[in-house]
């Protein structure tokens, strides 16, 4: 039988045109009741379309869906049909997926393969696709589902849509993955198309890895354009999205030149020793053989099963690799910051590419198994990044592979598992073409003691999960790694990014020089962990740190730490199903204090709220949470949340050491809430004969920085959320894709808010804090101590740069460095004034031998 020789009788009576479904679950069932008038399928089928959209997505793309039932309900397929409905205006059928073309299939096998091979062909031909979405007889549809029809034909030279304009592209790096996802987000809000034209290549503009390919570099001049009934709204969109960016990209791009204009600190060779040079990625030095992994990409099993199983295994793949990414992304950004977590973001955007998952689509409806048509899609679009000239772009075909990766291991749980074996038992410098996040997290750091791979680079996951573990690293040392033979002795510097082949004798021992030198920088910093943070002359301030559980206060403590600056209570919430009762708590809370010894804890109350939310507490969505119920105003209006917390810390101050626990509130605005919120531990403290503890507020809204005067009148301290201070001061969602750079805590701005608030305190003797994230910025902490804050609160890895700081500043030059700060224009005024990149990033430097 030919290939396409259709087994499903496509009849004129099975084609409804015009339709106008109120919805996605109405054109299913005015679907499926032409399927049940013309004898194919129970009635009951139509109960497990619906239940089908439940489980796995549908929609195919490009305005098309085949709605069909669920595996173990084929018994109610009385005869194979397929129903083709026209929705010519269209119809939602996920968010931001509009269906226009319905086709309900039913089937008892794979009966209507040759048609889904049919619509899948048919969907690279947008102009004739459209064509069907308008056509006004059923023998058009008809025609372009069966065998007679030939292929169709690529189409002619690329026309742009109603709607244009043209932009020439001045992002200095070109279009890369981040902005290329604020282009596709302001894309996928319009309702018609948006597509983008450089010369005669054309990417949907709602689609990641089709911009990507573009391959769109500084100065190329391309056309937007946009059509469907908002078009002229949607181009002025696209191109206020696409010029606000370039602001952005060019101070980013100015930073990272101002950094590789930075003198390279790495170690010199006495000798002139054959090099192979990469890119610094993480420091440090390391000394042995180098081991040659050849990363052989996965075979892949080709497992044909059927669309309905297959489709069902794919998006629950797709599903939980998205939960993955962004578990990831929100760890990320809690230890290493936003930009590092927009990494993940950004890879996570690529499941939502269209072009991606339509490609899988099209080869499974062929016959293949899921997992191979996966690994073949996402193959073609990582082949195509990798050959662009851009590095940049390059570099997202590892992204691209490594998101294939995650999914692929969940389709096919037999492919899951990295792919280093075989290393040598004696340590080894490891050389590969490239290493995924995964495979670099689970390295034996027993017997790899530096990393080397031919591509990347200092930005990918592979860098940063490098520099995590302190393993000094370069990337994109090119093909010259891979072509070592194994065993070659070489010296590896990560903090220059070089690859020194073949040291002579004279060249270790000045090797292993450098890393005694950098041992003993390093223990000398590790001695002066437990120094206070004392200025030269006399001013001391206390280094606390963040910290969420009593099993961290060890490590925290190992890094300097005098105290808990800042315990984060809801995640006693956020790591659970359920809320914590009273008892949960007080153990908790009684943990902490012991784990401290008798060192201050402050402890915030449940900050829930904005971009902390918590499932099973059920709140009611907010359109604006972080201007809505959340920190105290949620407390005061939800008291069993508050009152076992309250009841809870009292207990545990009843056996701490006296002055040992402080309580402090959060979003605090107004001086209500402080007199109700007082009031409540008042009557607490009272009903458990409990001693009095010190009550402080967080300083994040601008107006409780404003009134910090009036209110230090009525608590003991403050403690500023550098973060949501300046996204309330500075008005920038701290989280926004395109803004989150922007949100710049050493705006002059906020610092003036820190410095009123350092002023209203001291009238009333009060003493200020700061627990945000330029507490552990050493730049940062010097100019908050210049500012008159008592208190810095941190990441504990940020406690020993920034007390090193302090200890080589004296007040008076802090108070200076704070007074020329406040006088600035701009953050970047501000940044400027930093002239110590002294010995912070030396002395972290790690070594291996």
């Not at 996966?374 to 570099?395: D, M, Q, T």
């Not at 959340?630 to 076992?644: F, V």
């Not at 906020?750 to 009123?756: G, N």
């Not at 001291?762 to 910025?777: L, P, S, T, Y």
């Amino acid at each position: 039988m030919a290939p396409d020789t259709l087994s499903v009788p496509l009849l004129p009576d099975l084609v409804r045109l015009g339709a106008t479904p109120a919805g996605k679950e109405e054109a299913i069932r005015e679907a499926a009741q032409l399927l049940i008038a013309a004898g194919c399928i129970d009635p009951a089928y139509v109960d497990s379309m619906i239940r089908r959209e439940g489980a796995a997505n549908t929609f195919l793309g490009h305005g098309v869906a085949i709605p069909h039932g669920m595996v173990e309900d084929r018994e109610l397929v009385r005869r194979n049909g397929i129903a083709i409905l026209q929705i010519p205006q269209g119809v939602r059928w996920n968010e931001e997926q509009t269906a226009r073309l319905v086709v309900a299939i039913a089937a008892r096998s794979d009966a209507h393969i040759a048609v889904l091979r049919r619509l899948t062909r048919l969907m690279q031909d947008e102009e004739r696709l459209n064509a069907l979405f308008i056509a006004t007889a059923p023998a058009l549809l008809l025609g372009a589902l069966s065998e007679e029809t030939a292929a169709p034909t690529p189409a002619g030279p690329a026309a742009d849509l109603a709607e244009r304009f043209e932009w020439t592209v001045d992002y200095p790096t070109g279009l890369h993955a981040r902005p290329a996802s604020a282009w596709v987000e302001a894309a996928r809000a319009a309702p018609g198309r948006v597509q983008i034209r450089h010369g005669d290549q054309v990417a949907d503009a709602k689609t990641l890895v089709a911009l990507l390919q573009l391959g769109l570099r500084m100065g190329d001049r391309v056309v937007v354009s946009a059509d469907g009934a908002e078009a002229a709204t949607t181009a002025a969109r696209m191109k206020g999205v696409i010029t606000r960016l370039t602001a952005k990209e060019q101070a980013d791009a100015a930073a990272a030149e101002r950094k590789a204009r930075a003198p390279v600190q790495g170690w010199t060779p006495p000798t002139a020793l054959p090099a192979i040079a990469g890119v610094a990625a993480s420091p440090g030095l390391a000394i042995g053989p180098v081991h040659v992994v050849l990363t052989a990409p996965p075979a892949v099993p080709d497992r044909p099963e059927s669309l309905i199983d297959g489709g069902n295994r794919l998006h629950e793949a797709l599903d939980r690799t998205r939960q993955q990414l962004k578990a990831l992304a929100d760890d990320t950004a809690r230890r290493l910051g936003p930009a590092e977590a927009g990494i993940f973001t950004a890879q996570a955007e690529l499941l939502n590419d269209t072009d991606l998952i339509t490609r899988t689509c099209q080869l499974m409806v062929e016959g293949h198994g899921p997992g191979w048509s996966w690994h073949e899609a996402v193959e073609s679009g990582a082949a195509a990044l990798a050959a662009l000239p851009n590095p940049v772009l390059a570099a997202r075909a590892s992204d691209l592979r490594d998101v294939g990766r995650r999914v692929l291991a969940r389709i096919d749980p037999s492919l899951r598992g990295g792919t280093l074996h075989d290393l040598p038992d004696t340590p080894c410098i490891l050389i590969a073409d490239d290493l995924s996040p995964s495979d670099t997290a689970g390295l034996d750091m027993a017997r790899v003691i530096g990393l080397a791979t031919a591509q990347g680079g200092p930005t990918s996951h592979t860098a940063i999960l490098a520099r995590t573990l302190g393993l000094p690293a370069m990337v994109a040392g090119g093909a010259a790694l891979t072509g070592l033979a194994n065993g070659t002795p070489a010296i590896l510097d990560g903090q220059s990014g070089r690859l020194f082949l073949n040291p002579t004798d004279t060249d270790l021992a000045a090797a292993h020089g450098w890393i005694e030198e950098q041992r003993v920088r390093r223990a000398l910093q590790e001695e002066r962990r437990g120094l206070p943070a004392r200025t030269r002359d006399g001013h001391a301030v206390e280094i606390g740190a963040n910290v969420n559980r009593p099993d961290q206060v060890p490590v925290a403590l190992s890094q300097g730490a005098e105290a808990v600056g800042l315990m984060r209570t809801e995640f006693l919430f956020l790591e659970r199903g359920d809320a914590p009762s009273e008892d949960e708590q007080f153990e908790t809370y009684r943990a902490m204090l012991a784990a401290l010894d008798g060192r201050p804890l402050i402890v915030r109350a449940l900050d829930i709220g904005g971009d902390k939310q918590v499932p099973h507490l059920h709140l009611p969505h907010e359109e604006n949470p972080f201007l809505g119920v959340r920190g105290a105003r949620l407390l005061l209006r939800q008291p069993e949340l508050l009152e076992p917390q309250l009841r809870a810390l009292y207990r545990a101050a009843r056996e701490a050491r006296p002055g040992a626990l402080s309580i402090m509130f959060p979003m605090i605005t107004t001086l209500a809430e402080i007199q109700a919120l007082r009031a409540a531990c008042n009557r607490i403290r009272a009903e458990l004969d409990a001693p009095a503890v010190p009550l402080g507020i967080m300083v994040e809204v601008p107006a409780a920085a404003v009134m910090a005067d009036a209110l230090a009148r009525h608590v003991d301290f403050f403690s500023i959320g550098t973060n949501d201070l300046t996204q309330y001061a500075l008005a920038v969602d701290r989280q926004h894709p395109e803004l989150a750079a922007e949100a710049d805590s050493l705006h002059p701005a906020v610092l003036r808010l820190i410095r009123m608030t350092v002023e209203g305190a001291e009238r009333h003797g009060r003493w200020v804090g700061v627990c945000g994230g330029i507490a552990g910025d050493p730049f940062g902490a010097a100019l908050l101590a210049g500012l008159g804050v008592r208190e810095l609160s941190m990441t504990p890895r940020d406690i020993p740069g920034v007390k090193d700081r302090l200890r080589d500043s004296s007040l008076t030059a802090l108070r200076d460095l704070a007074r020329r700060a406040l006088d600035c224009e701009t953050a970047d005024a501000v940044r400027a004034l930093d002239a110590g990149t002294s010995d912070a990033g030396a002395a972290g430097t790690e070594a291996a031998s």
